[in-house]
DNA sequence: CTATTGTCAATTGTCAACAATTGTACAAAC
DNA sequence: GTTTGTACAATTGTTGACAATTGACAATAG
């Protein structure tokens, strides 16, 4: 891999208002994490402690630790006394791994609407309106409003209510999909034409959930995540030259 | 909590055909895992490495990665420099818990609706039949029985064709529920009646899956975990004198 | 020629000492 | 009486050394 070091990594000194120090094990995983990601590793690829240590001066300890972190992101695989392997992101995975995240923000759009809280209401329609703003100003490149779409999706997990969901949305195979948008850059997918369609989806599951109407909470929260599988898969499958091998995909 | 020692604890020197050797770190986990759904820990309790550690007679080094597994289990609240809590398993969690393997699970039962492969399908019939046999059987207690159904999720869930998925299912939430349901024991709620009542559910799952009807196969697949979540509840109202705050439970 | 066993280097696992941080108790100041 | 400041003990974080295991390769036996 690149051996850059880690420049930007904060000694304790320096923190802003409210922010937890990031710990030396966190600052370690995000950044081997976004190198995954980024493909700077090869599929199945091994990672020595040692290395990752002299990379980023410190002991094994705390290297440990941020792989176990990686292996909690689907990034590694671990075996004991044996090492950690870089996980080899197919397409298949890919698709995997959009469909758990469906299911699970379909869940979270279904608690939100059982519970129509006026707070996470009031938050939810202004991150949409931001969103509308992006796609109705002229010079919003596609992974700006991605990044805007992302946050309502955290909007979601966040807040609705199940401190378990919120967690697995957060920890759980977040990193693999930013990396794979952002990595092959897919989601140029996101032309003006779209990021009106995306606007428009969002104001539906908003209406819905305001509505208390759960089912169609989840159904359209699910569809939203469907669609961005099946363009990040199609965008996917120009740049590598790779097959889906699933026996099609869940459309809703 | 009680302080008995891990006798059983295995060194590396015997082990079964084709087993791994468990790790340390991985013996503490699940030691301290059963002890905290044994109810052995009070909620909010603090967790100390130095007393695990003496306790199992180890250094502080592998009951730090306990540690980490258990709040990958979602056992215990992990708070950077300021230690472990053990968390608090309400009633509420509960249905969370149930609610995330529900969709969970769900999904799972679409791919292998999808998918139809003959050799799980035979698996699954095979284990369908035990569970069957159990429930025409006299003296089988709910216990038991509730083992021979938990094999049959436990299948779905290795099988379901989707690494990631299945990785979620073995790692989260698994614990805390077996934990709730064997502590408390609610589930006498198996008795001869909903036993067979389970088996022609299940059935009725490998009949959706074998005809690859993949929206059926997820409905039925959460309403089997719905049951089981308002089986528990019901069960634990009793017991507990504590109440479920949330507005209603999901139905399908 | 294949299979088994033995050695060896590389790597992960564990340990005990040390460093850094946190919460607390108590004192001082307003 | 409340707030602010400060030492202190308890606890977590990190380190470097050592132990144990693995996989590869060579030597040996069948």
Chains 1, 2 share one sequence.
């Not at 129509?116 to 703003?133: C, N, T, V």
């Not at 995540?225 to 869940?250: K, N, Y």
Request: glycine share 8%; net charge positive; hydrophobic share 40%.
């Amino acid at each position: 891999m690149d051996l850059e070091t880690l420049d930007g990594m904060q000694k304790p000194a320096s923190r802003r208002r409210g922010e937890r120090t990031r710990t030396i094990p966190e600052q370690i995983a995000d950044h081997v994490s976004n190198a995954i990601v980024n493909g700077e590793y090869r599929g199945d690829e091994r990672i020595r402690e040692q290395e990752l240590a002299t990379l980023y001066g410190v002991s094994r300890g705390p290297v440990r630790e941020a792989i176990r972190t990686l292996q909690e992101r689907g990034l590694v695989n671990f075996f004991p006394r044996r090492g950690a392997y870089v996980v080899n992101i197919t397409l298949d995975t890919i698709v995997d791994v959009f469909n758990v995240r469906a299911a699970l923000m379909g869940l979270a759009a279904r608690d939100l609407a059982r519970r129509k809280e006026m707070p996470f209401l009031a938050d939810l329609r202004a991150g949409i309106a931001d969103a509308k703003a992006l796609a109705k100003t002229k010079g919003t490149t596609p992974q700006h409003f991605a990044r805007g779409i992302a946050r309502l999706g955290g909007l979601v997990a966040e807040r609705c209510g199940n401190h378990h969901l919120s967690r697995l949305l957060r920890d759980q195979l977040n990193h693999t999909l930013w990396g794979v948008i952002w990595r092959d850059r897919p989601l140029d997918f996101f032309t003006p034409r779209r990021q009106h369609a995306a606007v428009r989806e969002w104001e539906a599951i908003a209406t819905t959930i305001e509505a208390g109407e759960e089912k169609s909470a989840e159904l359209l929260m699910r569809r939203v995540f469907f669609t961005a599988r099946d363009a990040a898969i199609g965008a996917l499958q120009q740049t590598r030259s790779e097959r889906v091998s699933r026996a099609g995909m869940i459309k809703d």
